[in-house]
């Protein structure tokens, strides 16, 4: 364990962003918190980590906007010097047919997955320069590397990850930053819950392993990925086998 050291998880009040801060407090790492609406539900989790003792802060902002993730990196600089460890999770998920959407609901989804991604990596890269050191680890998707019906843009946004992450890791390798990404598959978490009883049985009936992935095992890959050390620009498929 090593206390000196932090983790910045993006949309982590709920599901697989918690999971992956529980996991990082659990090995004793300075813990930032954020989101963009469960404000409450986040801030009942900074309690709760705060009573194990673990150093934590929080931050209710959109990581899509640029200005305003400069705050919360001004704040995690002055906090704890800056973030060693980023973990880009925030994004959302839409489903329907490509030829009746929008242009506004290509460029929400866009922003929220992939410009989010964009904007805390610049945000945290110059702090890890100067320490020559440093892990950025980006949430793909099955669907970014297999693509998805009815998740067209969706799947696009998490292919853009993948492929930033394997540049992104060429461009920062010499500098001692590690880049990767994990594309899980089918997470047992709120994003999903809007599939009938029916869709979420057809789906299981597809994996290999027969259930659903749960939000723990994701956090126990990103940890993972995060302490190995000649691990670098590589998207790892976490989805019991279907790909």
């Known amino acids: ?7 910045l998880v993006t949309g982590s009040s709920r599901g697989i962003g918690k999971a992956i801060a529980a996991k990082f407090a659990e090995e004793g790492y300075n813990i930032v918190l954020n989101c963009i609406k469960n404000f409450d539900m986040m801030h009942e989790f900074e309690k709760e980590l705060k009573s194990k003792g673990v150093n934590c802060i929080s931050f209710g902002l959109d990581v899509s906007d640029y200005v305003k993730c400069k705050k919360m990196f001004d704040g995690i600089k002055t906090n704890f010097g800056g973030a060693d460890i980023v973990i880009n999770n925030a994004g959302i998920l839409n489903y329907g047919l490509f030829n009746t959407s929008a242009p506004s609901e290509w460029e929400y989804l866009m922003k929220n997955n992939f410009f989010s991604v964009l904007n805390c990596s610049h945000l945290a890269i110059p702090y890890m320069l100067q320490k ?16 998805a019906s ?34 899980p598959g089918a997470i047992d978490t709120d994003m999903i819950a809007y599939f009938s009883k029916e869709e979420r049985a057809a789906i299981e009936d597809e994996i290999p392993l027969s259930r659903y992935g749960q939000p723990h ?11 190995n050390t000649y691990l670098n620009g590589q998207t790892i498929l976490l989805d019991g086998g279907v790909y």
């Open 217 to 227: 095992e994701v956090a126990d890959m990103v940890y993972a990925m995060s302490q």
């Open 150 to 183: 009815c998740e067209a843009v969706y799947s696009a946004s998490k292919g853009a990850i993948s492929l930033f992450t394997k540049s992104l890791a060429k461009e920062l390798g010499p500098s001692g930053i590690r880049v990767n990404a994990v594309a």
């Open 1 to 7: 364990m090593n206390p000196q050291k932090t983790v």
């Open 132 to 147: 020559r050191e440093g892990v950025i680890i980006n949430l793909s998707s099955i669907y970014g590397v297999a693509g």
